[in-house]
């Protein structure tokens, strides 16, 4: 080994430590500049969105990472084909219920289900829990219940309606999916190693593959939240079935954390209730932030597949809940 | 972008995530309550750090060459947050995020009673209570009593200026503004987005705000004085 460590250092190349030395090195150095270009309000309207998008985000991130972690390396194969039904399209519903139990939001799931999949849970049943986990956990269900003090029949449509669409999407995928439409990324450095080689090893590259398409979603999602005046929305309120489309879309646009958007959702008064409801189940299951990090951890070809299905599945069932409730 | 330089990204990001849940930083993102997750995540992001360095300083066990080249490149990214919270910091939400939303009065939660205000002349109050008690209750518990409202200047829809507070249910994502106009024969000549206590009586005028149509309470300013930002910029 250590012959080979020494012919390393002696073929030294320019590498990424150095770039980022320089790099970082050039920033510092033109850190007042770069303060008094953010001088703008609108610029810094959109740092402050971005960085805390970012703050708010990344204790869930971590714990998704670490956890999703836990079961790459630490939960046996085994334990997953005793734990879910045998039969895949009854495996569903029970990883959708599963949900519940993750208390989180939409940016800890993602890694999580890779994980799910990368120990051979099937596809569908993964997928349905990345649904489900970050709408109808307790923590989520609870901030919805405060947002909404003289609606509580809100919480259960919401429960409702993420868990109908999360089933359906995994069964959709059992029907129509292609397993080569998912392209988890190889990961050879978890075979062969130490367990907590392993397990360090996950995590680092999940925080760098996760993190760094949340920066994305991130960015994007502050763009959003500085371009587009809240006037816009208005007009569109009084139309039942804009307003639906409308704040679908908005939830799409603006990326909030499950566990706030009942909060916004709350706020947006002039709205009916099912299209605030809408707003609710889209949200969680699709938004620029989740699009980016699904590309990232599943891959393109399924993102693109993905996104628009459960988009279309969650204004439906949304609508057509909210319809028979109110 | 190979592990020694995702040691080094992990240590600025975990070292920003800190820095800021350490200081008050962090208040201007997110709410109190989340810093002690904050500070494990941050903890959690130095040890992935430290633990992939020293991985890297001992040889790779065989099977493995020790220099994937699927290491992720959008990790480089990550830079970017790390770096705007340790050199620039961006400040609280102001003015701006203000003027681009309707005043968060419509989706306030009513309380069917409200109890009197506590003793003191004059009382603090945080805006949200303030515009909740002058526009639901018309003002009952209000009526003769001195109030100081603390809140910073932003351009209100005829050019004079308004007191205006964030409110953030969750992180400055969603942070939406309560709005109350001020009157009275007091001249605010502060500048925008100048932190100040305003001290003043209840007053029935109430004007709708043009972005969502919601009611924004006016407070007939007696004086005013201008003062830094609080340590919790949010209400």
């Known amino acids: 080994m250590v012959p080979t460590i020494s012919q390393e250092r002696v073929t030294w190349r320019f590498g990424s430590v150095e770039a980022l030395a320089i790099l970082l090195v050039t920033l510092v150095a033109l850190r007042n500049p770069l303060a008094a270009l953010v001088s703008d309000p609108r610029l810094q309207t959109w740092t402050t969105v971005f960085v805390s998008v970012m703050v708010q985000a990344v204790p869930f991130l971590i714990f998704g990472v670490a ?20 039969h895949p399209a009854a495996a569903v519903p029970v990883a959708g219920l599963a949900g519940v139990v993750l208390p989180g939001c939409e940016c800890g799931s993602v890694p999580i289900a890779g994980s799910l999949m990368r120990r051979g849970v099937t596809p569908a049943a993964a997928l349905a829990f990345l649904l489900a986990a970050p709408a109808i956990n307790p923590i989520v269900l609870t901030a919805t219940a405060v947002a909404f003090p003289g609606n509580p029949e809100m ?66 999602a502050a763009t959003i939240n500085v371009v587009v005046p809240e006037s816009w929305m208005q007009t569109l309120a009084a139309e039942p079935v804009l307003s639906v489309l409308a704040l679908a879309a908005l939830a799409v646009l603006l990326s909030i954390c499950s566990e706030a958007d009942a909060f916004v959702a709350a706020s947006l008064s002039q709205f009916s209730l099912t299209s605030r409801l809408v707003f609710l189940v889209v949200g969680p299951m699709v938004d620029l932030k989740l699009i980016a990090m699904q590309t990232g951890v599943f891959g393109r070809r399924f993102a693109a597949r993905f996104a628009p299905a459960t988009f279309v599945a969650a204004v439906l069932t949304g609508a057509g809940v909210g319809a028979v409730i109110w | 972008m190979n592990r020694r330089a995702q ?47 020293y991985y890297e300083m001992r040889p790779a066990p065989t099977g493995e060459d020790g220099h994937d080249h699927h290491e992720p490149q959008v990790g480089w990214l990550l830079i970017v947050p790390a770096l705007g919270v340790l050199l620039i910091a961006p400040p609280a939400l102001g003015s701006y995020a203000a003027g681009q939303s309707g005043t968060a009065l419509a989706g306030a939660q009513v309380e069917s009673e409200f109890s009197p205000l506590p003793p003191g002349d004059p009382v603090p109050l945080s805006l949200m209570e303030y515009a909740t008690r002058a526009v639901f209750d018309q003002g009952r518990t209000l009526d003769g009593r001195e109030l100081r409202l603390t809140g910073f200047i932003s351009p209100g829809p005829d050019g004079r200026p308004m007191l205006t507070r964030m409110t953030v249910a969750c992180c400055a994502a969603d942070g939406r503004p309560i709005k109350v106009g001020m009157d009275g024969a007091v001249a605010i000549d502060a500048p925008v987005d100048t932190w100040i206590h305003a001290v003043g009586v209840y007053t029935s005028r109430v004007e709708k705000d043009p972005v969502n149509q919601a009611d924004v309470p006016y407070l007939r300013v007696t004086s005013w004085q201008q003062t830094t930002a609080p340590r919790r910029p949010y209400e």
Do not use: N
């Not at chain 1, 972690?69 to 334990?79: E, G, K, T």
């Not at chain 2, 989340?34 to 130095?46: M, N, S, T």
């Open chain 1, 67 to 86: 956890l999703s972690a836990v079961i790459a390396v630490f939960v046996p194969r085994s334990f997953w084909a005793r734990a879910l039904p045998r």
């Open chain 2, 7 to 53: 040691a080094i990204v992990m240590v600025l990001f975990g070292g920003a995530i800190l820095k800021a849940s350490l200081t008050d930083v962090y208040l201007r993102y997110v709410k109190e309550s989340l810093q002690p997750f904050l500070i494990a995540a941050g903890v959690l992001l130095l040890a992935a750090a430290a633990m992939t360095l």
């Open chain 1, 155 to 220: 919480v259960a449509a919401r429960a409702g309606a993420s868990l109908v669409v999360a089933v359906a999407m995994g069964w959709l995928w059992l029907r129509l999916g292609r397993s080569e439409w998912i392209r988890l990324p190889r990961r050879s450095d978890l075979d062969g190693s130490s367990r907590a080689r392993a397990f360090w090893a996950s995590c680092r590259h999940d925080v760098m593959h996760a993190g760094g398409f949340l920066v994305l979603g991130a960015a994007a």
